[in-house]
């Protein structure tokens, strides 16, 4: 089907403001209509659903059930590779009741308090940050920590020194994201079902772009074996080739030198750093619980750059050649797609690997963006795209458990994204 023949079926979802998609995958679509703020009407697959006196009153609760029955049915497939990545979403509102997961909006407002009002609009003045709407600055704090970067060799001030507000920033954010874990965590119970595969297959593979430790915390809770990059020896020292290597449990083995794999392990990468990593003095990597100074590469235009030192080209490296594996599923959860690095590496997988298949799950369907306006394009005339609006927290509750997988030898997906249907 044709980019225009799309645009035309879809005229109606897209004149009426008060409709939203909650799930898009190819043909099978839901999507709601609201009356104020209450839901009035209900599609399914493209046609309004007629309810019955019989049915569930709540239009919203059927919606719902209706697409966490579509995305669960899209999981229950077979997949050999299971990769995740996840950004910001997946960690805002989690934590302590003191301190929880922020957005990088709300980091902007951190950084009112504390450098006052005042004094963060000269900030802005003196590194040329110009970007406004009728309420004032925009709250991008990436774009004002770049322009502050680009701006610290040329310009000078008397009241400002620009090169310690920047420091002063960069430790507000690290500060903002040493999080603690609550029991009953969405990460944990995420980790509990990923993992519940067969053994024999690759074992799931996290990448996460936040700088917290909650997916280490809630390993550590639910006693996972985590693959992170660093030795299981002390002090723990990161080595790339650590990802390489697997758990096994020789004695319960039937066959000598049979390989009999640990369950209830993962791997798990975080291309922009962490709280609690740093470097040493002899240029190794530590990972520690009290670093002074993390390792981390803080929102600012320079990170595609960043990205190619270690360890984090490690990271990105492992990411680009997990995406060109045959049959692997890439989930990605709370991910704005505004990271140049990684969207390239997933439009490549789009473009070039036929045995790639992509789930997006966020909170709203995103439209916004160059390459979300595509993804949108994709899933609605391709199969193996998929768009969720779903909550962290809502998707690891609703996320079917991997021990109903049907078992038997899987069938090579094959997808070609590239394909004309009206042909």
Not at 385 to 409: A, C, W
Request: hydrophobic share 35%; glycine share 4%; with cysteine.
């Amino acid at each position: 089907m044709t980019e225009d023949l799309i645009n035309k079926s879809y005229t109606k979802h897209q004149l009426n403001r008060d409709m939203e998609d909650i799930y898009i995958n190819g043909q099978s679509r839901v999507s709601i209509e609201y009356d104020g703020e209450i839901v009035s009407k209900v599609f399914i697959d493209n046609k309004e659903h007629v309810f019955k006196p019989e049915d569930i009153q709540d239009k919203k609760e059927f919606a719902s059930k209706t697409k966490r029955n579509k995305y669960q049915k899209f999981l229950n497939n077979q997949f050999e590779n299971i990769v995740v990545l996840t950004g910001a979403g997946s960690s805002v509102g989690i934590g302590s009741p003191i301190k929880q997961g922020r957005l990088l909006s709300q980091l902007w407002d951190d950084t009112v308090v504390l450098l006052t009002q005042e004094k963060l609009e000269k900030f802005c003045e003196l590194v040329h940050y110009r970007d406004k709407d009728k309420d004032g600055y925009i709250k991008n704090l990436e774009k004002l920590l770049s322009c502050a970067n680009s701006a610290k060799e040329f310009v000078s001030d008397k009241e400002i020194d620009i090169d310690k507000t920047i420091t002063a920033i960069e430790k507000l954010i690290k500060t903002s994201c040493e999080l603690e874990l609550p029991k009953n965590s969405p990460h944990k119970e995420f980790l509990e079902k990923i993992t519940k595969r067969k053994v024999t297959l690759p074992r799931a593979k996290i990448f996460t772009l936040n700088y917290d430790t909650l997916f280490e915390q809630a390993g550590k809770q639910g006693n996972f074996t985590m693959i992170d990059g660093f030795s299981f020896s002390f002090p723990r020292i990161f080595s790339g080739r650590n990802f390489d290597y697997d758990i096994v449990q020789r004695d319960n083995s039937r066959v000598k030198d049979e390989d009999n794999f640990v369950r209830k392990v993962f791997h798990l990468y975080k291309p922009h750093g962490s709280v609690d990593w740093e470097r040493i003095e002899n240029g190794s990597i530590k990972q520690s619980e009290s670093v002074e100074k993390a390792l981390m590469i803080y929102p600012k235009d320079s990170k595609y750059e960043s990205s190619y030192e270690q360890p984090f080209f490690e990271m990105m490296s492992r990411f680009q050649q997990n995406l060109r594996n045959d049959n692997v599923l890439l989930i990605c959860i709370g991910f704005s797609f505004n990271d140049k690095h990684i969207v390239t590496a997933i439009q490549e997988a789009l473009e070039q690997n036929p045995g790639f298949q992509l789930m997006v799950v966020n909170k709203g369907i995103e439209r916004s963006g160059q390459f979300a306006n595509e993804l949108y394009r994709i899933a609605q005339e391709n199969s193996g795209v998929v768009l969720i609006d779903e909550l962290f927290s809502d998707f690891s509750k609703f996320f079917p458990d991997l021990k109903t997988y049907n078992q038997e030898e899987h069938k090579k997906i094959v997808i070609n994204l590239n394909s004309d249907k009206d042909e």
